[in-house]
């Protein structure tokens, strides 16, 4: 089956900073990938996705790149806020989804 | 439109015991989905609907059971809890498998003593 790693597990950076979280996959057949965020205690939400026949996809200060070759894909989020403290998840998708095992963004004011 | 829903918020269980909990959408969607968080571990697939009227296994469905009652309702059953049960457990629904975003439910968390 699918195997979705996400590194870092712990990302902190001050305000303004830019944050980069990394996920590799292993299934070639995967052709979705999203990206979630988990407020404390709430329920996760989507942010971003890219679908496998695009490279970049942007959205405002947050984007996303995939790497077919090397099976991996990354978020980009820019000028950060403390807003964007939470969890993170990228999912890759074949059908059904695999989800990593989240990023935990602290954003420092 | 409330979204996906769930039923209870919390829920506390004795080893043994069995519960259902309950999950329905009003998004008109085909396909929805029973997930487990656990703390670093990230969200597993319990089990999955593509569609009213089938279910597949997930990643970790050992110890759970699904129905899909028809297209808005998806309950997950545990017949004899465990403590390696505890967890909080989300529901989500997508208009299709693969390729489309999830709406997830706000969540139940149960333990198992």
């Known amino acids: 089956g699918e195997n979705v790693e996400q590194h870092p597990s712990t990302l902190s950076v001050q305000e303004g900073d830019s944050a980069v979280i990394k996920c590799t996959y292993s299934?070639?057949?995967?052709?979705?990938f999203p990206w979630y965020k988990q407020e404390l205690g709430k329920r996760p939400q989507l942010i971003i996705d890219?679908?496998?026949?695009?490279g970049e996809k942007k959205d405002q200060r947050i984007a996303v790149t995939l790497n077919k070759t090397a099976k991996h894909f990354s978020l980009h989020i820019t000028e950060t806020q403390p807003e964007d403290s939470a969890v993170y998840f990228c999912?890759?998708?074949?059908?059904?989804?695999?989800f990593g095992d989240g990023t935990t963004l602290t954003v420092k004011p | 439109n409330a979204g996906v829903t769930q039923t209870p918020k919390f829920q506390v269980l004795k080893t043994g015991q069995s519960m259902t909990l309950q999950c329905a959408q009003d998004?008109?969607?085909?396909?929805m989905y029973w997930y487990r968080q656990d703390p670093g571990m990230g969200l597993r697939l319990i089990y999955y609907?593509?569609?009213?009227?089938?279910?597949d296994k997930g990643e970790v469905p050992n110890g759970y059971n699904v129905s899909r009652l028809n297209k808005r309702e998806f309950s997950l059953r545990l017949e004899s809890a465990a403590p390696s049960q505890t967890s909080v457990y989300f529901c989500?629904?997508?208009?299709?498998?693969?390729?489309?975003?999830?709406?997830f439910g706000p969540g139940t968390r149960l333990t198992v003593t």
């Open positions: 989500a629904s997508s208009a299709g498998t693969g390729a489309g975003e999830q709406y």
């Open positions: 299934d070639s057949a995967s052709n979705y």
């Open positions: 890219i679908r496998s026949n695009v």
């Open positions: 999912a890759a998708s074949a059908g059904k989804s695999t």
């Open positions: 998004m008109n969607h085909n396909s």
């Open positions: 609907s593509a569609s009213e009227g089938t279910t």
